[in-house]
Nanobody, 126 residues
Framework: QVQLVESGGGLVQAGDSLRLSCAASGRTISAYGTGWFRQAPGKEREFVGAVTWSGGATYYGDSMRGRFTISRDNAKNTVNLQMNSLKPEDTAVYYC???????????????????WGQGTQVTVSS
């Protein structure tokens, strides 16, 4: 079993930055990529970005590209989401998830991911 725990959420003002972390524990899962999703009240879950196991490739949602950066440290079993120039519309619960790279599903699809964290709240005030 794999456990994912997000941290780093909070209340910030528009234009601020925030760094979320996703820590993995349990059995080692090699060749698993990590994705970030978010869900705002009354809205569908939205793809934020993803990173492959090696960290060699990253993928981002359209509204996040250029503002958000994903990185990973496999020695620490941690994936980070650096969010800059935050906007009120970035307010949501942010989830990290892990899934096999060989899955036929797109990185943007929640079906790709087998393990999910509980989420961390990010609130951006205007």
């Amino acid at each position: 079993q794999v456990q994912l725990v997000e941290s780093g959420g909070g209340l910030v003002q528009a234009g601020d930055s925030l760094r979320l972390s996703c820590a993995a524990s349990g059995r080692t899962i090699s060749a698993y990529g990590t994705g970030w999703f978010r869900q705002a009240p009354g809205k569908e879950r939205e793809f934020v970005g993803a990173v492959t196991w090696s960290g060699g490739a990253t993928y981002y949602g359209d509204s996040m590209r250029g503002r958000f950066t994903i990185s990973r440290d496999n020695a620490k079993n941690t994936v980070n989401l650096q969010m800059n120039s935050l906007k009120p519309e970035d307010t949501a619960v942010y989830y990290c998830a892990a899934g096999p790279e060989k899955s036929p599903h797109s990185w943007r699809a929640h079906q790709k991911y087998e393990y999910w964290g509980q989420g961390t709240q990010v609130t951006v005030s205007s």
